[in-house]
């Protein structure tokens, strides 16, 4: 890190933006960087060394857990498919078929 000074401009992670955006470095010891300021919302935190937060796991939907927990045990099934809806049976123009008029 050298050649940085106070007030200069360095990239670091916000922990308020929650992104990496531009900072103003506020305070050093010696050649290090501890605090910067956003130049985003002016929010001053520790210098992260635009090292990102926690990513919080991804959650599955209740029916997703369920479905896990059914196919845990089974090897790589797809799973199954809905069935089609059923087409409605069409009648012959008149109603009735051509052996029902003849009699």
């Not at 890190?1 to 010696?30: E, F, K, P, Q, Y």
């Not at 939907?61 to 369920?66: A, I, L, M, R, W």
């Amino acid at each position: 890190m050298a050649g940085i000074r106070l007030g200069d401009i360095i990239d670091d992670h916000c922990t308020r933006c929650h992104r990496l955006t531009n900072h103003s470095v506020v305070a050093m010891i010696g050649e290090e960087v501890k605090k910067v300021r956003c130049r985003t919302c002016n929010h001053e935190h520790e210098y992260r060394h635009e090292k990102g937060g926690k990513k919080p796991k991804a959650k599955l939907s209740p029916y997703d857990e369920v479905l896990a927990s059914i196919t845990a045990g089974r090897p790589g099934e797809p799973p199954p498919t809905p069935p089609e809806a059923a087409k409605p049976v069409r009648k012959s123009a008149r109603g009735l078929s051509r052996s029902r008029r003849a009699s």
